[in-house]
């Protein structure tokens, strides 16, 4: 089957999802194996077939590739650890809103404090969606039907990952949303700025929707960066403070990024979700 089409432009164009599953001939890679060795192999293969593809255009797609290896070995890992909570990739904002998960009370009030930044100020409260979702065990049972395995990757297996967070529309309560992953194939300075100001929004959010609720010492949402590789400068930047903890003294100021993890194989990841799925 092939991966490369043909635009009207006539430049080649990679199908992305085709491209991942033939690739990996329908499996995860061994355990220990480099993620980004996976990538620079992908690349190879793909040049060889079609040499006009450019650098930028396999880099634009390796972001997606490597969200789908973290996203299937978080599946698998969940689906073998019956207590851990569930990360679901998330897609662009423009097709859904990540705050579309909560039930429509809490919808609404996210809502109402839109409309009140954009009507107080010539400013407006501008979102982008994390990359993973982490959802609490008890709303992923409740919702979704008995999970497997995936042994076998498909283009199917790649739709069904991508949507599988529509199952939640319009259904989590307050505690029910966990946390947040960013996930980057490589922290470049602009990269390192996004992350804790996606963060600090989620959270000043969360805070939002637990003081008009009334919640008393609430879990607090986690939100946490991955990357292939991380370095001590890539630790210090993201250690940056949530900017509506810092508003009060009443309370202490919290990370806008929880924590910070390389995940480069299959095994990293499983060691990562150890730690971050069980909070």
């Not at 990679?14 to 499996?27: E, P």
């Not at 994390?130 to 498909?154: A, H, Q």
């Amino acid at each position: 089957m092939s991966f490369i089409r043909e635009l009207p432009s006539g430049k080649s164009q990679i199908i992305k999802d085709r491209a991942f599953c033939t690739l990996l001939h329908n499996q995860l890679p061994p355990k220990g194996k480099l993620l980004t060795d996976v990538l620079v192999e992908f690349d190879s293969t793909i040049l060889k077939k079609e040499n006009t593809i450019s650098k930028g255009a396999l880099s634009n797609v390796h972001g997606d590739w490597y969200e789908w290896l973290l996203a299937i070995s978080a599946w698998n890992f969940c689906c073998k650890n019956k207590n851990a909570h569930v990360p679901l990739l998330m897609p662009n904002i423009s097709q859904f809103d990540v705050a579309k998960l909560y039930i429509p009370k809490l919808q609404n009030l996210i809502i109402d404090l839109r409309n009140k930044v954009e009507q107080a100020s010539d400013v407006k409260l501008i979102t982008s969606n994390p990359d993973f979702v982490i959802l609490s065990r008890e709303i992923f049972n409740k919702l979704s039907s008995k999970t497997k395995p995936i042994n076998r990757i498909t283009v199917n297996t790649i739709y069904r990952l991508n949507k599988f967070y529509s199952i939640f529309a319009d259904k989590c309560d307050f505690e029910d949303i966990i946390g947040y992953l960013s996930v980057k194939t490589s922290l470049r300075p602009d990269r390192r700025l996004q992350i804790p100001h996606e963060g600090s929004l989620m959270k000043a959010i969360y805070t939002h929707l637990q003081t008009r609720e009334w919640i008393i010492n609430p879990p607090g949402l986690k939100f946490f960066a991955i990357s292939t590789k991380i370095n001590p400068a890539d630790r210090q930047a993201l250690k940056t403070v949530a900017t509506h903890s810092i508003t009060t003294v009443s309370s202490l100021p919290q990370a806008a990024v929880d924590d910070v993890y390389e995940i480069n194989s299959i095994n990293q990841a499983n060691k990562v979700f150890k730690s971050v799925l069980f909070q």
